[in-house]
């Protein structure tokens, strides 16, 4: 829903921050005030397990620019994300992590860029040195890759979580009503006029990413299957291909039968055979069982998140 008054909604999703959070919504504050428009602070608590929701309810009580909202359990940080971009009031969304990785400082950069491009829909913050572990860089590195390879993304384009976009742009990534979104996709679904600004990328003041490897690959999993049918094209083809080669192999050998020129069984190229097409067939099933696994999560109704506290409502003044 959004309101004429304010201008700017920043939505962070919140995941075992309490400890930076106060830090992080003063220098917002700090930022728009300087910048003298209307904003809201819109906190997403992923059902952290420490003080998080705590901290952000005390944060709510103490600044009115801060939209509190608990979620009932973890959805990770694309799904809570989705849910601030869904209250969020502004003319403009932003989002950026909770860890201050991305400066608050530099959100002047985005907004100018957005002022100096008035046919864009969302301007990205890109970073020139990002301070990042050696196996994340390797991450996002790859993640850029599968979003070029399979969802269109310019080469030169950089996507990452610090974002800046007009809110009929958020309302369409919102409406995709799939179960396990994808941002990133999502959004270069919606628009391509999408442009990149440098900025600082800091490194976290305390403990460690809540990407862990595991998480990492799930997450590439849902970059490559959450909208592309890629790797069943891709399998299908394999099986096209390796069926003509096997028709080719057959009638080799049955030349070569016929001309007695095999004298011993081809047990090296049994062996050879069976285990291609044996991992071949079982890659291919697990593809196919990952999208038997969407297709069962979408159609069950299941819900993207559940709020069970929120510290505002719409009648409440922005700041």
Not at 11 to 30: F, K, M
Not at 123 to 132: C, D, E, H, S, Y
Not at 212 to 229: C, E, H, M, N, Q
Request: a neutral charge; one cysteine or more.
């Amino acid at each position: 829903m959004t309101s004429p008054s304010i201008t700017y909604s920043v939505v962070i999703p919140c995941y075992r921050s309490h400890a930076w959070l106060g830090q992080l919504v003063e220098r917002l504050e700090q930022v728009f005030h300087k910048i003298g428009e209307s904003f809201e602070i819109i906190l997403v608590n992923d059902a952290s397990p420490d003080q998080t929701w705590t901290t952000i309810a005390h944060l709510a009580t103490e600044h009115n620019s801060v939209h509190g909202i608990d979620l009932l359990f973890n959805v990770g940080q694309f799904r809570a994300t989705l849910c601030g971009m869904e209250q969020a009031r502004g003319r403009y969304v932003l989002t950026m992590d909770d860890d201050l990785q991305h400066p608050p400082e530099e959100i002047p950069l985005l907004i100018n860029k957005m002022q100096q491009s008035p046919d864009c829909d969302c301007v990205i913050g890109a970073f020139p040195t990002p301070q990042q572990s050696a196996w994340r860089r390797w991450g996002s590195r790859f993640s850029q890759k599968l979003n070029a390879w399979f969802y269109g993304k310019p080469p030169e384009l950089k996507l990452s979580a610090f974002r800046l976009m007009t809110r009929i742009t958020a309302a369409a990534i919102c409406a995709h009503g799939t179960i396990r979104p994808v941002i990133g996709p999502l959004l270069l679904k919606c628009t391509k006029r999408i442009v990149n600004v440098d900025v600082r990328h800091d490194p976290r003041p305390s403990g460690q990413s809540g990407y862990s490897l595991s998480k990492l690959v799930r997450a590439v999993i849902d970059y490559i299957v959450a909208g592309t049918t890629v790797p069943l094209k891709f399998f299908s083809a394999l099986g096209l291909f390796v069926s003509s080669i096997s028709c080719l192999l057959i009638c080799y050998y049955l030349v070569m039968y016929l001309a007695n020129e095999i004298r011993e069984p081809g047990f090296t190229t049994l062996v050879l055979l069976v285990t291609f097409f044996g991992g071949t067939i079982l890659l291919a099933v697990g593809t196919l069982g990952e999208y038997v696994i969407r297709v069962v999560q979408e159609t069950s109704k299941s819900p993207r998140y559940i709020i069970r506290i929120d510290t505002k409502s719409d009648s409440d003044n922005p700041s």
